[in-house]
């Protein structure tokens, strides 16, 4: 399952002291409509110094345009786990949202922080998708315990959510390989069609250009 094109969501790291970008990895995905399934993944940007010890994101999308695939959402080693509940990160999903919540291990013998980019990847599957639309997934926090809810906290303890700035992607349906050259063909038989019409004896010249 090879990801989808598109431009990388995080070009470059926001100046010193900066905001923390929560985002896609691509602002936008161009996707076939029948494909089978593609991944996004969310990452953050900048990594803190300290890294971090847990986190918690949504990602919306259209219910119309997209189901979860298989196998529906990939979270980090690092990060799959549920503060002293041990592991297996918190995650929900239904029509339109995936969410996800977790941890580092807080039940070894030290708390090892986590430093990479990716935070968790989410498979989705298109359908009812028509050839040149477009559509937006946006991420937010994923709050179950109220707005003053902290989520993002770095190894030295201090919470990051007021520095994190929730980024949108788009995502673009274009023609299957062969949904384009069937369009090709199609346009080269009309073409041939008119230049035998405009031949044939008792019809006028047919002044008319294909291109």
């Known amino acids: 399952m090879p990801p989808a094109e598109g431009a990388s969501a995080v070009s470059s790291s926001p100046p010193a002291n900066g905001p923390l970008y929560v985002a896609l990895d691509q602002l936008n995905y161009r996707v076939e409509p029948l494909a089978s399934s593609f ?7 900048p990594i803190p110094g300290a890294g971090i010890v847990s986190y918690g994101i949504t990602l919306k999308f259209d219910a119309d345009s997209f189901d979860v695939g298989r196998p529906g959402i990939e979270i980090p080693a690092g990060l799959n786990f549920n503060g002293f509940a041990g592991p ?10 995936v969410s996800v919540k977790g941890t ?6 030290a708390i090892v ?3 990479a980019p990716l935070v968790v990847s989410i498979i989705l599957a298109p359908k009812n998708a028509v050839p040149g639309g477009a559509t937006i997934l946006s991420l937010e926090p994923y709050l179950t315990a109220g707005p003053e809810e902290s989520l993002f906290i770095d190894g030295e303890g201090r919470v990051l959510d007021p ?14 390989p062969g949904t384009r050259t069937l369009l090709g063909v199609g ?3 009309l073409c041939a069609r008119r230049r035998q019409k405009a031949a044939a ?3 006028r010249h047919f002044r008319r250009r294909c291109t």
């Open 39 to 45: 991944r996004v993944s969310v990452v953050l940007a």
């Open 88 to 97: 297996g990160a918190l995650s929900d999903s239904g029509p339109g949202f």
């Open 104 to 109: 580092v291990d807080f039940l070894g013998d």
């Open 113 to 115: 922080r986590y430093d």
């Open 163 to 176: 520095d994190l700035v929730f980024r949108s992607s788009t995502v673009e349906f274009i023609p299957e």
């Open 187 to 189: 346009a080269m038989l």
């Open 201 to 203: 004896p008792g019809i």
